[in-house]
């Protein structure tokens, strides 16, 4: 890489690359120009360190690009905003492998395609170890953001999404792999690339857009309302919802509160309790996993411990309006009520700390604090 | 930092900051909410690593702070752009003093602020030496962006601002600092916190929108019309610039290609000639700088090399219509010509490289590559 030099590694990144609609400017001048339909826009940003949030011997460069958008599509996703582009600040050694940048590049693309957007731009620079900057933008469409802030006594909780399989593929890689067992390597696909149910997320909120007005809003007309129906029916063929949005007779409901599930269920949820200024109660029975339990009782771990307080795996978790029928793939977990915190069937869970980036492990490292 | 933890020091980081009016939902959730109030926004990134970009024992926290937000904040000027967020991907080792978090934190916030916007949001986690990610956002207010690609044969090329001040502060350092010249001092605060002319580029922008219609463009109206006026209103009064507002007569010239001056002169002016396929030919006694003479000559060194090829001060170059006033401030310095790469004074200019990420010194360390 030394050789070839940034420009040219910057064209050999860029190459090919074909870029979402809502990118009007991609890489080449001093900044991207992004189409924002609304008037506004939906940011986030996370930075991956070699070594404590990966490692080069337990993930390919290709699974960490995945990964890398995906954290933060989810994110985006998080706030009820269809992902719109990505840019991507990037650190590494002079003596880093072409075919490793290639790879983690094609990681990005391939993730950034799945959820709906494309990398409009970035900055390569050298550094003593990989570092990647990801900043995710998305499109509320009219909408308004789904905070933490929202949920209501009475509400119940959902969540759409494998939770506590990241935490799986992390012990399978501390003890050992055993390659004959499958579900073991199903945990290990899912540390390496969390699969975030994007669209569990977005038929419901499209679905939301179709059946009622906005009348607060005013999007911007104009010159990009067709970019603004493309993204739509982008998003529509490609997670396949088509026949969700046709079939609305009444107007659906959405949650009142929405997260991920970077830091851990109850951490998480605990974050919306916090916001919305109520108490959550979840049923530890809705959230058995067989598959799970399987890998656990072969490590001697705790499957229910995974499930509670394991990161990384990007599912989400809502709040919802009570006696309301939850959308597809949505499994009811416990409810909201009045007072504060999180509780395991009304008692307080040992433990539930969940990810700080300056407490307890790293996630992809050795489970000794350095 | 240990002890306080990733949730309590995001706290303190954000405590008491009050955010620019277009970030509607500010640090907190899953993501921000920035307004765009045209139905696009501009963005760019740069990362920051430490011993590579800056040096702890050369630079103070709340130095490097305010250098990571204004070159990111010149990229955005540099397409025409009005800032109008930042947010901020941050890592640091766990035994980081908090007072340098503080004052780093600092420096970001009054860098925003003195380029017109605030910090949305970011992401602060544990790494062996600090890393700095910004990714900056602008407005066009309904303007078309200023690429590299619109320089035209005979327009005037002209900067605004200082070249070869960071290099003279970087050999300065190096060389080992005179407390009693009082030219080096300056070249070391140049060199520690650039100061980017973001008026001089937007007070012509600003201009040129006052005298003309843009009937290709559409910006969003309703619910943010009043933050557009607010930006803009905000940024005359900062950067006092009303008066030059007011007294346009005629619709006044904006450069035809822009950039600002990060990798060296000639390496940026190269960027625009490549860009605009062009050629560009600069004259170099029109930058001559006595004061940066001095310097060179106490340290042997040449300071028209500084001029032509140090990067990192940000001033702005751009070409424009010929046979126009430039706007105060901007001073010419050479002309568009039929061809390409860029000539001084008619001849190819030895060793006109400029920065590059992989190749050549370090911009904040020894001189020898590792």
């Not at 050999?12 to 809502?22: D, L």
């Amino acid at each position: 890489m030394r050789e070839l030099g940034e420009f040219a590694l910057i064209e050999r990144i860029n190459s090919g690359r074909v870029q979402a609609p809502g990118v009007l400017l991609g890489p080449g001048d001093d900044a991207a120009l992004v189409a924002a339909p609304d008037g506004r826009f939906v940011v986030t940003t996370d930075m991956l360190i070699q070594d404590r949030h990966f490692r080069l011997d337990w993930s390919g460069p290709r699974d960490i690009g995945r990964k890398a958008i995906a954290q933060n599509a989810a994110d985006v996703v998080a706030m009820g905003a269809v992902p719109t582009a990505f840019v991507v600040a990037f650190g590494c050694p002079a003596d880093t492998p072409l075919e490793l940048v290639d790879a983690l590049t094609d990681g990005m693309w391939a993730e950034a395609r799945r959820a709906g957007g494309s990398i409009a731009g970035g900055d390569v620079v050298r550094s003593p170890q990989l570092v990647i900057s990801v900043t995710a933008f998305g499109d509320l469409d009219g909408r308004a953001p789904i905070t933490r802030a929202g949920a209501r006594v009475g509400d119940t909780v959902a969540v759409v999404g494998r939770l506590g399989w990241s935490a799986a593929g992390l012990a399978v890689l501390t003890a050992g792999f055993d390659p004959a067992d499958e579900f073991s390597a199903e945990a290990l696909a899912a540390h390496r690339v969390p699969q975030p149910p994007y669209s569990a997320v977005l038929a419901v909120v499209a679905d939301s857009a179709a059946g009622v007005d906005n009348p607060g809003v005013s999007p911007a007309e104009g010159v990009l309302g067709s970019e603004r129906v493309g993204v739509s029916d982008q998003h529509a063929v490609e997670f396949g919802v088509e026949g969700i949005i046709g079939s609305a007779t009444e107007v659906p409901a959405i949650p009142t509160a929405l997260t991920d599930i970077s830091d851990g269920l109850l951490a998480d949820l605990g974050h919306i309790a916090e916001a919305s200024g109520v108490a959550i109660d979840i049923h530890l029975k809705t959230l058995r996993d067989p598959a799970l339990a399987t890998i656990a009782q072969r490590l001697d771990a705790d499957a229910a411990q995974w499930i509670l307080t394991g990161g990384e795996d990007h599912a989400f978790a809502g709040t919802w309006p009570a006696h309301r029928e939850l959308p597809p793939g949505w499994v009811p977990i416990g409810r909201v009520l009045a007072g504060h915190g999180v509780t395991v069937d009304g008692a307080r869970h040992p433990g539930s700390g969940g990810w700080e980036s300056f407490s307890g492990v790293d996630s992809a490292s050795e489970p000794e604090p350095r």
